[in-house]
């Protein structure tokens, strides 16, 4: 147990008892609650080895939190990271990275998808950057769902796409 007005004992290795260990992590998320500002910034300082941005209360519990989980599961794998990285240059307008975020639902480029609606046939292709549906072309299906119904569809539901489960071929 720490006193009250020390930062605790941050552990880099996930076997360090005992802040290190996942069943202190409780007391540890608690313990963020009851600290001053100060006492938070100097947290701060053992955990990422920089000075705290701001002075913030909820901003530096939210980060350490996260942080003091971090450190004993580890953080998010690669995957993930990529997929933030992506995410963030969408947002931001910025495209700097080589490749684009894919929905894992769609099917391949050039893949007819057919549909009947009230008695017509509707006939999609998948094109590399959008949809085709009778010579316009469209950046989601759930735009099309919705030309072809006239209320708000679920794209990928309204033309029968599920989420590939993982391990699934």
């Known amino acids: 147990m720490t006193k009250p007005?020390?930062?605790?004992?941050?552990?880099?290795?996930?076997?360090?008892?005992?802040?290190?260990?996942?069943?202190?992590?409780?007391?540890?998320?608690?313990?963020?609650?009851?600290?001053?500002?100060?006492?938070?910034?100097?947290?701060?300082?053992?955990?990422?080895?920089?000075t705290a941005p701001n002075n913030s209360r909820a901003f530096l519990e939210s980060r350490l939190a996260y942080r003091i989980q971090e450190l004993t599961y580890g953080g998010p794998d690669r995957e993930t990271r990529r997929m933030l990285d992506l995410l963030a240059d969408e947002v931001g307008g910025t495209l700097t990275r080589k490749s684009q975020i894919a929905d894992p639902r769609n099917p391949l480029v050039g893949t007819r998808l057919i549909r009947e609606w009230n008695g017509v046939e509707h006939t999609i292709t998948v094109l590399r950057d959008g949809f085709d549906w009778q010579g316009r072309c469209y950046k989601s299906l759930s735009a099309i769902a919705r030309a072809i119904t006239g209320t708000r569809w679920n794209g990928y539901r309204f033309f029968g796409l599920r989420e590939r489960k993982r391990g699934a071929t």
């Open 5 to 50: 007005n020390q930062p605790l004992r941050t552990s880099t290795r996930r076997s360090d008892p005992p802040d290190g260990s996942p069943r202190f992590i409780p007391a540890r998320l608690a313990a963020l609650k009851s600290m001053s500002v100060t006492e938070l910034k100097a947290e701060w300082q053992t955990l990422f080895d920089a």
